[in-house]
C-alpha cells in the first residue's frame, strides 16, 4: 500500500526549500538562520523543526532531491538497451544538461562543501545504480567495485572542472570528453 504524503506537508516543505535556495542565493550559508528561513517561507520556527531538526538537514533534502533526479537522467540513459557503448556521448547530454541547468545547486554541493561528505554521496548515488543495475559486457581481471568509483569519481572530477570553469563548455561538448576518456588510453606520460 502506498501512503501518500499531505499536500500541507509536501507544500510547506516545497516552501522551505525554495526559501533556502533563494538565501544561499544572497549569502553564505552559514550566515542564514532559521528565523530567516521561516519567513521567506511564510511560518513559523515551530513549524520549520516540526520538518527539519536543523538547516543542514533541509539542505541535505534539498540535495537528495536533486540527486534523485540525477540518478532518473542516468537511469533513463540506458533505458530500454540490452547494451551501450560507454563512449557513447549522446547518452550523456541529458545528464549534463540537468546539471548545468541546476548549476547553482550543484555547485553547492560539489564545490562549496557545505553539506561535508555531499561529493561522497553524489558518488554513491551514481556507484549504486552501476553496482545494482548494470555489468560490463566482457570479464576484467579485477574488481569491478574498483571500476564503479574509478568511473564515479572520475565523472565527479569532470564535474568540478565544468564548475570551476562556470559552466563555458556546452553539455554535448562536455559528453564528448567524458567520451573520449572512455574510449581512449592516455598512453605514456613525460616528466616535465
Known amino acids: 500500500?502506498?501512503?501518500?504524503?499531505?499536500?500541507?506537508?509536501?507544500?510547506?516543505r516545497t516552501n522551505l526549500k525554495s526559501a533556502m535556495l533563494k538565501l544561499?542565493?544572497?549569502?553564505?550559508?552559514?550566515?542564514?538562520?532559521?528565523?530567516?528561513?521561516?519567513?521567506?517561507?511564510?511560518?513559523?520556527?515551530?513549524?520549520?523543526?516540526?520538518?527539519?531538526?536543523?538547516?543542514?538537514?533541509?539542505?541535505?533534502?534539498?540535495?537528495?532531491?536533486?540527486?534523485?533526479?540525477?540518478?532518473?537522467y542516468f537511469r533513463d540513459?540506458?533505458?530500454g538497451k540490452k547494451s551501450f557503448l560507454l563512449s557513447d556521448?549522446?547518452?550523456?547530454?541529458?545528464?549534463?544538461?540537468?546539471?548545468?541547468?541546476?548549476?547553482?545547486?550543484?555547485?553547492?554541493?560539489?564545490?562549496?562543501?557545505?553539506?561535508?561528505?555531499?561529493?561522497?554521496?553524489?558518488?554513491e548515488t551514481i556507484t549504486s545504480i552501476s553496482r545494482s543495475e548494470l555489468q560490463l559486457k566482457e570479464e576484467v581481471w579485477f574488481d569491478i567495485e574498483a571500476?564503479?568509483?574509478?568511473?564515479?569519481y572520475a565523472l565527479l572530477g569532470l564535474f568540478i572542472f565544468w564548475i570551476k570553469e562556470d559552466f563555458q563548455t556546452t553539455p554535448e561538448e562536455m559528453a564528448q570528453r567524458l567520451s573520449f576518456l572512455h574510449s581512449t588510453s592516455l598512453g605514456e606520460a613525460i616528466v616535465k
Open 1 to 12: 500500500m502506498v501512503v501518500k504524503e499531505d499536500r500541507r506537508v509536501v507544500r510547506t
Open 24 to 72: 544561499l542565493s544572497q549569502k553564505d550559508f552559514k550566515e542564514i538562520s532559521i528565523t530567516e528561513i521561516s519567513k521567506v517561507a511564510n511560518c513559523n520556527r515551530v513549524t520549520f523543526y516540526s520538518h527539519y531538526k536543523d538547516s543542514s538537514h533541509l539542505l541535505e533534502d534539498i540535495f537528495q532531491d536533486y540527486l534523485e533526479q540525477l540518478a532518473q
Open 77 to 79: 540513459s540506458f533505458k
Open 89 to 123: 556521448p549522446t547518452r550523456n547530454v541529458p545528464i549534463f544538461e540537468y546539471v548545468q541547468k541546476n548549476q547553482f545547486v550543484f555547485s553547492l554541493m560539489l564545490i562549496g562543501e557545505v553539506i561535508p561528505g555531499s561529493q561522497n554521496h553524489f558518488c
Open 147 to 152: 571500476i564503479n568509483f574509478y568511473e564515479t
